[in-house]
């Protein structure tokens, strides 16, 4: 069974935490550097941000501040939209590095596929930003790179390229399993990330959820991230609260019957962020 300080291997056999922190809606501040102080404290050793997210300093500041070695640690940040296409990825990740004050990132991803229905080039500006993303890979100034929120019909075109994805992070948990998707990375050695695996809060009064967790005398969070890690997924999810933190940690002693899989396996959808790939208007 897996502990909190295993990893998964990806394709290029970079290793990866099993367990993330996500740090969406935590900006720049004292609480945030707080908060990844205490998600330290509690074993965490993998961190998930975005340029977006705009609190890539004050993560910088918690990690200089942690006395955590650098080597020890997984840091994630993507490009966000405004920065597609080639020289503006390339401007973007050196700022994000700068903020972050470090040397060079385990993982970078685009943030969000340009789609269709904005863009009539929107192929050209994924595989150029992904041209850039490459290139900082073999430079050595990343460890590993991928994409988040990328269907099928975007991820294509970048198979063809000489560096795949590694990972592709997608909103993944109960009533919202994405099985497509997930099946198309799989056989693809494309690891999956699932960002908001407790669906945003919603997860924890589903009564559903709520009976089979009392059955492993655990919590509708530590039920919702085990789930993802037994579909193979890596669970990021995010919490202020110590206590909170260190109970998403404890998922790695109980195992779901496969019974009980397969119930919450074919879930009806239900709350989801309603962020579709294709739809988002940035």
Known sequence: MRKLTDSFRLSNEYEIPCLGYGTWDMFNG????????????VGYRHIDTAAFYKNEKSIGKAIRESGIDRSALFVTSKVWTNDRGYENTKRAFAKSLDELKLEYLDLYLIHWPASAAKYADWEKINLDTWKAIIELYKEGNIKAIGVSNFLVHHLEALMRTEVPPMVNQLEIHPGHMQKDILGFCGKNEILVEAWGPLGQGKMLSDPKLAAIAAKYQ?????????????????????????????????????????????????????????????????
């Not at 004292?30 to 404290?41: C, E, M, R, Y």
């Not at 119930?263 to 579709?276: L, V």
């Open 30 to 41: 004292d609480s945030t550097v707080s908060a990844i102080k205490n998600a330290l404290h």
């Open 218 to 282: 655990k919590s509708v969070a530590q039920l919702c991230i085990r789930w993802c890690l037994q579909n193979g997924t890596l669970p990021l999810p995010k919490s202020s609260s110590p206590t909170r933190m260190e109970e998403n940690t404890l998922v790695f002693d109980f195992s779901i019957s496969e019974g009980d899989m397969e119930e919450i396996n074919a879930m009806p959808y239900f709350g989801g962020s309603g962020q579709h790939p294709d739809e988002v208007d940035f």
